[in-house]
């Protein structure tokens, strides 16, 4: 590792343009004769739509167009899909309900976009949205996943009876009925993963340029996979073919998750571009954000663990009712499935598993994957079962850990996983250690002078990045391959442009990619430019999730660094009259070793471009291409310790101590990684402590902005202690195994663990706000 | 936002007069109307802006005697010497209103004017025993405040000062609601010549209120310890999805014996 290399703390390059306001967001965006667009949503959670009447609206000032669903309709726009299949127990396939872009008949949750208004000004288009008159007739409404499947509940969609989209199951189910007949003891557990909302920083937002004369659309977009979406918007909404529609996700504030999908509005102002004859531009204010971006989480669990009387785990049963909201999003079926039952091994040795999911319409915004997606809802679960079987035995909870863990690799699980490599109880011990886990009760019995009741909780968690083969996810019904691209150009002058189909929206890949390739060519970073997010510039990339970005899309550069490192080899033989074999690459040169013959990597460079003196037969220039797709999932895994001092008088939690020990494979740049788990464990902590996105009964959305949802914000959580240890993912070229999601699937358990270890009762839900801890005190003193 | 006429009034009579005009409202920090305007909840064809008049504006203490213009800033209240030696307490509760940014604009007339419930300035002036002094006459804390942004407030009338005896000892206590920061219960303790008076917010399903339970209790002993025990009743108490009413009246007795062992410190 140099100064810039693999390894090396490089501060990002990308943040001087971010820090000074320098960053070209989506609505930074400007074109000649743009207009802007105001969405008519829906007031209602639930209702039939009468009569749309637009004449009021199309009379006010400065206004261009006012359109319906029944125009979209008419012109072929086709419904929002999602694009993972899922066939419940019985063999049948999921049932998907219709989602227009705009709707027609019936509206089915509070935000659903029925009218796009367009206009001059963004003033005057939002004016002309409170003319559009909309007759409601207004049907009952269900916001709980846990009502949805009940007798006499609202039929959200005529295709799902009973609200049911699937019914599914994952595992071996005889294994386990039989492990439940042999255990010594049987854990239950009632749990609730709380939705959430994903409050990217940047608003979504499009803008939408149809361009006549050459019959071809552009869409500027808020996404985390621009390829997808146009991908997606070609293929299945119609709105035009591949060729004719470049889509270009510049600058992208924040995604989460929430950024991967295709949301209606971005269709719609493309169409309506058409349709008017004026670029359309549309940007979410944040109240539509709350409304409508998708939510994330919202699991109602029955859970069971089987022991024996040496409390080693035998068997796990698991009945997951998700609620997947007013629509299916485009991976939401993907997400309380095969990332979610497929981890609910965590990390221990289970012969036996049965996951049951039923996948459920609410009128709620949409549920789709959020930092973590599906694995957050495992770790929870399990962990949380962990720490409470353990004090039920009346044995420690490291101990029940660590006599349960896998400690041989490769380990196949019962629900698809096959772990690779790991090292579960160096983890534990470096974060019992960093913890001060032995000085614990002395720091609980000082508490308890001071009137505070201090309790400390742990989470060993696993989860399961970059997604993944593309042959595995396709048996499992993934429409799409979950491969990357990448394309290294070297130019004349030897500067490199980096292409990749992954896409930044805070990770630092303009930073870590180019210490990657800085690494391997030994030239500076200054001299390497990275590109995404545009279509027209990337050849094709499936975008960034599921922490990917660094297995997969970095696997794909090494793959073309592969190439053109031999291409440049070959050449500089050539120059040197060498044997390519005896090519060393050293400090910006090209050199044979042990000798002081040497090209400098322009010169190479030059060379190929010059095409003067090439080895016979080779082409000019000096450009590879690669396709990467990965041999597994990587298995990032560690353990957080997490230490809480509650007020009994006010039921206020300050967590005192956050200890992260995390095992993510090889590093490329540590304080980007730091930067990762501090923002994944301050999400964590936040699904913990404080953000519960509350409906009420009717379907409307309580906590629609900042003053009800709570964020977590600095001084809400303290200075972590982070650490890493690292047995190197065996499945990607660079032994990464990703860091992006697992601060979010890690602490929440760790902070509930710690909670109800204070308060001596486990009777709490997430977000544990002082309001529910003062009355799980006081319900457990009753 | 709607579009809205702004007039800068130069003086209090200037500024009753610009009221006049349309669906006129006063603004002064605007943190609260501002907002509104924004989400198109409110919609004023005018603004009148008192924030820029100097008679409005600045504390000023002679003996005991404390009078806080209307138009000055929570970071002004904050930061001032001499309130701050004369009722420390008030400085204190303008510190911990919203963040930097809000108490340099927010004015402690329009967090009385518009008596929001959960707003802190209302819990002082109640316990303060303070007098709100308008363009037209000067009106008891006690008949000011009337509910949920209630006030006596006639049309046309404008808060031009506070006043107040500085009390022997007082204290505020706020439990935040962790999302918007306002009060869910704030409790200002008050001792002085007039006795003990303790005033909530935040937690009443009227606005603002007096304890007197609490006051009662204080009276006897002006000691945290002599709370022991002593309740609000739960049924005059607010209730929504970030406390429940049986929670704010608990946390009214808490936050009242932890203020009044500040105001002993």
Same mark, same amino acid.
């Given at each position: ?36 667009? !105001? $969405? ?66 019936? @509206? ?147 995604? $989460? ?192 002078? !001071? ?19 593309? !042959? ?95 291409? !440049? ?203 529910? @801890? ?9 | ?265």
């Amino acid at each position: 590792m140099g100064i810039e290399g693999v390894g090396a703390r490089v501060a990002r390059k990308e943040d001087k343009r971010f820090i000074t306001g320098a960053g070209r967001y989506v609505d930074d965006m400007v074109v000649p004769g743009m207009k802007h667009a !105001a $969405f008519v949503r829906s007031p209602h959670a639930h209702a039939q739509i009468k009569k749309i009447d637009v004449s009021k609206a199309k009379a006010m000032p400065g206004v261009i167009g006012v359109l319906t669903g029944k125009e979209l309709k008419a012109d072929g726009i086709g419904n929002l899909i999602c694009g993972w299949m899922i066939h419940s127990k019985d063999g049948s396939p999921m049932k998907m309900g219709a989602w227009s872009p705009l709707a027609v008949d019936k @509206v089915r949750y509070v935000g659903d976009a029925v009218v796009i208004v367009v206009a001059d000004t963004k003033g005057q288009a939002r004016d002309a949205a409170e003319a559009v008159e909309i007759t409601y007739k207004e049907l009952k409404a269900v916001v709980d996943a846990s009502k949805a499947m009940d007798k006499g509940a609202p039929q959200i969609h005529p295709e799902a009876e009973n609200n049911l989209i699937f019914d599914w199951d994952l595992g071996n189910a005889d294994e386990t009925a039989a492990a439940f007949k042999k255990a010594a003891h049987v854990v239950k557990m009632d749990i609730v993963n709380n939705r959430l909302v994903p409050n990217a920083m940047e608003p979504r937002a499009a803008l939408g340029h149809y361009d006549k004369a050459e019959d071809h659309y552009t869409c500027w977009t808020t996404s985390q996979n621009p390829h997808v979406a146009r991908l997606v918007m070609s293929a299945f909404y119609n709105v035009a073919p591949e060729n004719k529609l470049r889509v270009i996700a510049p600058d992208v504030g924040g995604g $989460f998750g929430s950024k991967i999908y295709i949301y209606p509005e971005e269709i719609v102002c493309l169409w309506a571009s058409k349709k008017t004859g004026v670029p359309v531009k549309w940007v979410a204010d944040r109240t539509e954000s709350f409304l409508c971006d998708a939510h994330g989480r919202d699991h109602h669990t029955h859970a069971e663990m089987a022991f024996d009387k040496d409390h080693k785990i035998l068997g796990f049963k698991v009945e997951t009712i998700a609620n997947l909201g007013a629509y299916m999003s485009l991976f939401s079926s993907a997400t309380p499935t095969y990332l979610y039952a497929t981890l609910l091994s965590g990390q221990y040795d289970i012969p036996a598993i049965l996951g049951n999911v039923k996948a459920v319409y609410t009128n709620t915004a949409p549920v789709d994957a959020y930092r973590g997606a599906g694995r957050p809802e495992a770790a929870f679960l399990i962990e949380r079962m962990m720490e409470v079987s353990a004090r039920q035995f009346g044995i420690s909870p490291a101990e029940l850990r660590r006599k349960n863990f896998i400690t041989s690799f490769p380990h196949q699980t019962p629900v698809i996983m096959n772990y690779d490599a790991g090292d579960f109880a160096t983890s534990l011990d470096m974060a019992m250690k960093a913890a001060d886990y032995a000085g614990f009760e002395k720091r609980r019995e000082k508490a308890r002078k !001071a009137g505070k009741l201090r309790g400390i909780g742990f989470s060993c968690y696993i989860e399961a990045c970059g997604i993944a083969p593309s !042959a595995a996810v396709g048996s499992l019904g993934a429409g799409v391959g979950l491969w990357e691209s990448a394309e290294v150009r070297v130019n004349a002058v030897g500067t490199i442009e980096v292409l990749t189909g992954s896409h930044s929206h805070g990770q630092g890949h303009e930073t870590t990619f180019a210490q990657l390739v800085a690494d391997r060519l030994k030239v500076p970073m200054d001299s390497i430019s990275i590109v995404h997010g545009d279509t027209d510039k990337v050849q094709m990339g499936m975008g960034t999730y599921g922490s990917r970005s660094g297995a997969v899309g970095m696997s794909a550069i090494v793959k073309a660094l592969d190439k053109v490192e031999a291409k !440049a080899k070959k050449i500089a033989a050539h120059l040197m009259e060498a044997d390519e074999g005896d090519i060393v690459i050293e400090n910006g040169a090209l050199k044979v070793a042990g000798t002081d013959k040497n090209v400098p990597w322009f010169q190479m460079a030059l060379a190929a471009y010059t095409a003067h003196n090439l080895p016979a037969g080779m082409e000019p220039g000096l450009k590879e291409t690669a396709f990467y797709d990965p041999a597994n999932f990587t298995f990032p895994a560690g353990c957080y310790v997490c230490e809480v001092e509650v007020d009994p008088e006010t039921g206020m939690t300050e967590i005192v101590q956050f200890v992260a020990a995390d095992d993510f494979g090889n590093i490329i740049n540590p304080m980007i990684v730091e930067g990762q788990v501090h923002g994944g464990v301050t999400q964590g902590i936040g699904q913990a402590l404080l953000e519960g996105t509350s409906y009420d009964a009717s379907g409307q959305l309580l906590t629609a902005s900042y003053m009800d949802y709570t964020m977590p914000r600095a001084g809400d959580v303290p200075s972590y202690k982070l650490s890493t240890s690292s047995t190197p993912s065996p499945s990607n070229p660079l032994g990464i195994k990703g860091c992006g999601e697992a601060g979010a699937i890690g602490s929440p358990p760790a902070v509930i663990n710690a909670i109800t270890d204070a308060i001596g009762t486990e009777d709490i839900t997430m977000p544990a706000t002082p309001n529910k @801890v003062w009355a799980a005190i006081r319900a457990a003193k009753h | 936002m709607y579009s809205v006429n702004y007039h800068r009034a130069s003086s209090v009579a200037d500024a009753a007069k610009l009221l006049k005009s349309g669906d006129a409202k006063l603004v002064s920090g605007g943190m609260t109307l501002i907002p509104a305007m924004k989400t198109r909840l409110a919609a004023p064809s005018d603004l009148v802006d008192v924030s820029r008049i100097e008679a409005l504006k600045g504390v000023k203490v002679s003996g005991k005697t404390v009078t806080i213009g209307a138009a000055t800033t929570h970071f002004e209240v904050a930061s001032d010497e001499k309130l701050k030696k004369a009722c420390p307490a008030l400085a204190h509760l303008a510190s911990l209103i919203g963040d930097p940014a809000v108490r340099h604009r927010g004015t402690i007339g329009g967090s009385i004017a518009n008596n929001d419930p959960a707003a802190d300035y209302p819990a002082a002036m109640l316990a303060l025993g303070a007098t709100i002094v308008t363009n037209k006459r000067e009106i008891a804390a006690d008949k000011f405040f009337k509910g949920l942004f209630e006030t006596a407030l006639k049309d046309g009338e404008i808060v031009t000062a506070v006043t107040f005896a500085a009390p022997a000892k007082a204290a505020y206590e706020k439990f935040r609601n962790p999302a918007s920061r306002y009060a869910v219960v704030g409790v200002f303790v008050a001792s002085g010549k007039d006795g003990v008076r303790v005033a909530v917010t935040g937690a009443g399903d009227d606005g603002v209120f007096r304890a007197k339970p609490l006051e009662a209790a204080l009276a006897k002993k002006f000691d945290a310890s002599a709370l022991d025990g002593v309740k609000v009743p739960v049924g005059s108490m607010m209730s929504d999805i970030h406390a429940s009413a049986d929670y704010r009246a608990h946390l009214v007795t808490v936050m009242a014996k932890r203020a009044v062992a500040a105001a002993n410190r």
